[in-house]
């Protein structure tokens, strides 16, 4: 029986292959997956007609849909083959300028698709050189379909090569143009999405400040437009980006919120959402350090991907939280056979990131099975080497280990001048928790220095106080130290501060100075309210005189609050760092003694002497130090001074132990 296809003249055979292609154009700029039943009918029918310039476009705009679609990247390879088919026929691509676009955009695609081939490639950057012009000239001729797609490739170009200068003039460029609003709604909502993880790679982890366009409006443009023209799938894809950096940045109202919604809207049955769903629940679990349980999240979130074909590129996310989360529960074998999978596709910037991370798993590996001493020098190396390739999103499984590998490497001597400065980045672009041990190196959020004085560093700057600073936040935060570091009660703060304050007026002063104090402290996280209780919380805040009290090995930095004239709520706390002081220094001295080494043993004496002068047994052990350095002179010196000493303060003569001492040289 013959068909009506069969019977077409060859103009009517175009005309219906172009029509087709209509079409499916027309159902991809809303919903890119359901257009590719659309393509592959115009693709066949183009084919049949001998179009070689139509079917080409039709297989790069299918490779386009299947990668910004975000659903499913099934039948993936097979368009991929038919580009290469049709690029072997019409290397120069179509001499229309929008279609030209879609041709280049689509070549681009393919790259991103295959994930082993090189995007630094000469017929890469030869392809680049020639999207470039069509996309960033508003004078090109294409048509805002076309813009819009060749912009999408090319942000997502600037994402993988972390190209800062490409990705200004994209959105110098094209800020007018998304601006003015042009286009159809779903591509415009793809390229601000596009920006806004483009833009939070290369922009705000990096410290850096040159984007014209902020990557959280750019996010707010892209869920706006998605929900403004009932665009489901675009929302869907938004809030699993959303939910993801939310995750990245511990924003956990942020991140439940993402993944809430994001579970209401996925379509199931499309494989890349129900990945990212599970990526979602497995990065939750990661935050609240519930490890096996993220790992089972991980594998659902891995198993989905492969039912969607994806590419490497697009699953290495999942692919790499899975291993990540093998690798701190000792699964190395595991770990280390998807970062061999990985490596095996990957190609640039992505490749030699992940050997990184591999090696962070064989570091974690030598760590655990105690091979201690090659871990610092490969620590070191490898943080240099993520510090050079300007790795943002360094992680490990979780925040605490994260955090313990990275206060590991505070601890080598050897981590100076860079690395220091990218454990900083790290931790504060990720806020990372802090345990109360961590040392001053740390890049804490808050970091006080009570001893000698009050000083106090917010994120690394020194916060002036000027010529005159707000009184009762300094004190309430002296309090907070005074008392530290377990939380005051709310009345035993206000009796403290406001003695002579009543009820609601002393309530309300309270109120109003916890107020004033975070916002001097920059982050009101840092000062915890609980259940009446008041305090400095210590994953965020490093005190050097709690520091002090609880370590032996800690340096004395002088009394408590310096000079400040004592007051009863902190003068408790300023005599009982002082007598921990002259223990220790007692102790190391009397150690000296008894290893014959008189001479520093005195030198000790002397020194804590100079900070307490009525410190009775300071002169009695610098006593016994000059005798054995056959000094009585010089003993019966610090005699008489300290006699004097007690006489004009307190009234009172040396201790019978002191005077033994003096008794004996006469």
């Known amino acids: 029986m013959t068909s009506d296809r069969d019977t077409m003249s060859p103009n009517e055979s175009r005309l219906a292959a172009e029509a087709l292609h209509r079409r499916a154009m027309e159902q991809m700029a809303l919903d890119e997956y359901a257009a590719l039943p659309l393509l592959e009918a115009a693709y066949a029918a183009a084919d049949r007609a001998g179009l070689p310039t139509l079917s080409g476009l039709c297989a790069r705009a299918a490779v386009v849909a299947l990668n910004y679609g975000e659903a499913t990247s099934a039948g993936l390879h097979?368009?991929?083959?038919?580009?290469?088919?049709?690029?072997?026929?019409?290397?120069?691509?179509?001499?229309?300028?929008?279609?030209?676009?879609?041709?280049?955009?689509?070549?681009?695609?393919?790259?991103?698709?295959?994930?082993?081939?090189?995007?630094?490639?000469?017929?890469?950057?030869?392809?680049?050189?020639?999207?470039?012009?069509?996309?960033?000239n508003s004078a090109s001729g294409i048509d805002d379909d076309a813009r819009a797609i060749g912009a999408l490739v090319l942000f997502e170009y600037a994402e993988f090569e972390d190209d800062e200068p490409l990705f200004d003039r994209l959105v110098s460029a094209l800020s007018p143009w998304l601006l003015d609003e042009r286009g159809r709604p779903l591509y415009r909502g793809r390229v601000w999405h596009r920006i806004h993880r483009c833009a939070f790679t290369i922009g705000p982890t990096r410290q850096r400040d040159t984007q014209r366009i902020d990557p959280a409006a750019a996010e707010g443009k892209a869920l706006e437009i998605a929900e403004r023209h009932g665009l489901v799938r675009l929302e869907a894809a938004v809030l699993a980006v959303r939910g993801f950096y939310a995750n990245v940045r511990?924003?956990?109202?942020?991140?439940?919120?993402?993944?809430?919604?994001?579970?209401q809207i996925a379509d199931f049955q499309r494989p890349m959402e129900a990945a990212w769903y599970y990526f979602l629940r497995g990065q939750a679990c990661a935050r609240a350090e519930s490890l096996t349980q993220a790992s089972l999240f991980y594998a659902q979130a891995v198993d989905a991907g492969r039912r969607a074909e994806a590419a490497p590129a697009a699953q290495q996310t999942f692919l790499i939280g899975h291993a990540g989360m093998l690798a701190a529960l000792g699964r190395w074998d595991e770990a280390d056979a998807i970062y061999a999978e990985l490596l095996a596709t990957q190609s640039g910037r992505d490749r030699d990131i992940t050997a990184c991370r591999r090696d962070l798993a064989y570091l974690q590996r030598m760590t655990a099975t105690g091979d201690a001493a090659t871990i610092s020098p490969a620590r070191q190396a490898l943080l240099a080497r993520a510090e050079a390739l300007r790795w943002s999103a360094f992680y490990l499984a979780s925040p605490r280990t994260t955090a313990d590998f990275l206060v590991a490497a505070l601890r080598d001597r050897e981590t100076t001048g860079?690395?220091?400065?990218?454990?900083?980045?790290?931790?504060?672009?990720?806020?990372?928790?802090?345990?109360?041990d961590y040392p001053r190196r740390w890049p804490w959020t808050v970091r006080i220095e009570a001893m000698g004085?009050?000083?106090?560093?917010?994120?690394?700057?020194?916060?002036?106080?000027?010529?005159?600073?707000?009184?009762?936040?300094?004190?309430?935060?002296?309090?907070?130290?005074?008392?530290?570091?377990q939380p005051v009660g709310v009345d035993v703060a206000i009796d403290a501060l406001w003695p002579e304050a009543a009820g609601d007026n002393a309530k309300g002063s309270f109120d109003m100075t916890l107020l004033r104090l975070r916002k001097l402290l920059g982050h009101d996280e840092v000062v915890s309210l609980d259940a009446g209780r008041v305090g400095l919380d210590r994953e965020h805040v490093w005190v050097d005189a709690w520091e002090f009290l609880e370590d032996e090995r800690a340096p004395y930095g002088g009394a408590l609050f310096g000079d400040d004239a004592a007051q009863p709520w902190f003068a408790p706390a300023r005599r009982r760092i002082h007598d921990r002081h002259l223990q220790r220094v007692r102790r190391r001295a009397e150690q000296f003694e008894a290893e014959q080494?008189?001479?520093?043993?005195?030198?000790?004496?002397?020194?804590?002497?100079?900070?307490?002068?009525?410190?009775?047994?300071?002169?009695?052990?610098?006593?016994?130090?000059?005798?054995?350095?056959?000094?009585?002179?010089?003993?019966?010196?610090?005699y008489e001074q300290c006699r004097d000493r007690l006489s004009s303060a307190l009234g009172v003569s040396p201790s019978e132990a002191t005077r033994k001492i003096a008794d004996s040289l006469r």
């Open 250 to 263: 511990q924003d956990d109202a942020v991140a439940r919120a993402s993944c809430e919604r994001l579970g």
């Open 453 to 485: 004085g009050l000083r106090v560093f917010v994120d690394g700057a020194e916060v002036r106080f000027g010529a005159r600073p707000q009184k009762r936040p300094i004190e309430l935060l002296k309090l907070l130290v005074a008392h530290g570091p």
């Open 597 to 638: 080494r008189p001479a520093d043993a005195l030198a000790l004496y002397v020194s804590a002497l100079d900070q307490d002068p009525l410190a009775e047994s300071m002169t009695r052990g610098a006593m016994r130090c000059c005798i054995a350095l056959g000094e009585p002179a010089r003993a019966i010196e610090l």
């Open 418 to 436: 860079t690395v220091e400065a990218f454990i900083a980045g790290t931790v504060r672009s990720r806020r990372l928790p802090a345990r109360h």
């Open 78 to 136: 097979a368009w991929t083959d038919r580009v290469a088919r049709t690029a072997a026929g019409m290397p120069s691509g179509p001499d229309d300028a929008s279609r030209r676009a879609w041709w280049l955009a689509g070549d681009l695609a393919c790259v991103y698709a295959s994930g082993a081939a090189d995007y630094r490639s000469a017929s890469t950057l030869r392809t680049l050189d020639d999207l470039k012009p069509l996309v960033l």
